[in-house]
């Protein structure tokens, strides 16, 4: 990768008059050897890995082995059938692909990792749905996947995308950031917009710790992929109306790290704290544990 931050990204875009997503297959090219052709074909690949996850949790209600998650996207169609979202359809289809997705990564079925197993709800289902909803085509689809793709790595040049290193943050939070990033590129926003998004997205979550209870990826995670999915929306539509993130995308990446380091272990998917060691947790752990 010859790109190591969001500024020398933007400079490579404008020297070159390119979008975000050519200088990603550009590099992808570089360092693959493969062509470009190659590389959207693998691209369009994983965003069918996506869509047939989606499909796939959409059908079932199986639970994962602790029993507790798993049925809960099959209840959003059924309320929206009685009363709209107060979003409208686009909210509809985002939240429920979110948890279509991470309850069949709960079930073990096959997501792809975006850029985690436990956020791999956020970045399909904004991509997805929005692309449902505006028409956008599948080109323009890879394109989002590559923009946020870009995101992503550039993110984890800095920071391990862990929430056992810094916290849900670097999980639903990179994936938040990286699902605005797509959804900023499939709408029409150029370099900096795109960008915008990213960081507006990211700054927002900072902090957010990993606390899964009993050590599952289920909960807050499942739930989770729902709600940092509508807040990509949220970062892509003011990016998208010129607003701008006082602290540059590369500030907020440091400043996720630096949060991440200061965070206390008790917060870093060790179950040891947060929700975790609530009373509910801790007698859902119990029953689990007698199982
Ligand atoms: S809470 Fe922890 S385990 Fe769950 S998605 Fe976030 S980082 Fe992953």
């Known amino acids: 990768m010859t790109i190591l931050s969001f500024a020398e990204l933007a400079e490579k875009c404008k020297a070159q008059n390119k979008a975000i997503y050519e200088i990603a297959q550009d590099e992808e090219a570089c360092l693959s050897g493969d062509s470009i052709d190659v590389i959207r074909l693998r691209v369009l690949e994983d965003l069918l890995a996506m869509k047939q996850a989606v499909k796939n949790g959409l059908k079932s209600t199986e639970k994962a082995i602790s029993g507790w998650c798993g049925d809960d996207c099959v209840k959003l169609p059924e309320r929206f059938k009685k009363r709209a979202a107060l979003f409208g359809k686009t909210f509809e289809k985002i939240t429920t692909y979110a948890l279509a997705t991470a309850e069949e990564n709960l079930r073990m079925g096959r997501i792809a990792a975006c850029p985690t197993a436990g956020s791999c709800g956020i970045v399909p289902s904004v991509i997805i749905a929005v692309a449902e909803e505006e028409n956008i085509s599948e080109a323009e689809q890879i394109n989002g996947l590559l923009t946020a793709g870009i995101v992503g790595l550039l993110v984890s040049n800095k920071v391990q995308l862990a929430g056992a290193v810094a916290g849900c943050q670097a999980e639903c939070g990179v994936a938040s950031a990286m699902a605005a990033a797509a959804l900023t590129q ?25 606390d ?80």
Not at 186 to 210: F, R, S, W
Request: with cysteine.
């Open 212 to 291: 899964p209870v009993c050590g599952l990826v289920e909960v807050p995670c499942i739930k989770r992929n729902a709600f940092l999915a509508v807040h990509a929306v949220t970062a892509a539509e003011l990016a998208l109306c010129g607003v701008e993130s006082k602290i540059p995308l590369d500030e907020v990446v440091d400043t996720l790290k630096i949060t991440g380091q200061l965070m206390s272990p008790l917060l870093k998917e060790t179950s040891q704290g947060g929700l975790a060691k609530t009373k509910t947790a801790l007698a859902l752990e119990e029953v689990l544990f007698k199982k």
């Open 186 to 210: 499939m709408l029409g926003g150029d370099t900096n917009e795109i960008i915008q998004a990213a960081a507006l997205a990211m700054k927002n979550i900072l902090g957010l710790t990993c």
